[in-house]
């Protein structure tokens, strides 16, 4: 089972073949001007996940997370499935 929304399974996983693609450079990203809502520059991105599985294979939680360049910059998201 996944606990992804499916386009955003498709989205990370062209982001990390272009991870891979670049030897772990990562992405490059927009960055966008909250003032204005132009595009301001760019950085690089990079995916990380780790899941969490029962001793019966049951997925029991997963947690999704990003890093941009060397900001330590991140956000997770967790889910847990019954």
């Not at 001007?33 to 950085?43: A, H, L, P, R």
């Not at 990380?48 to 991140?74: C, P, Q, R």
Request: include cysteine; charge should be positive.
């Amino acid at each position: 089972m996944n606990w992804l929304y499916p386009p955003i399974v498709n989205a990370f996983k062209v982001i990390n073949n272009r991870t891979i693609e670049t030897n772990g450079l990562g992405v490059d990203a927009f960055l966008v001007d909250s003032n204005t809502n132009k595009q301001c520059g760019t950085t690089q991105v990079r995916l990380y996940s780790v899941e969490l599985w029962d001793s019966t294979g049951k997925l029991v939680a997963g947690e999704v997370g990003h890093s941009a360049k060397n900001a330590g910059m991140s956000s997770k998201s967790s889910a847990r499935v019954y």
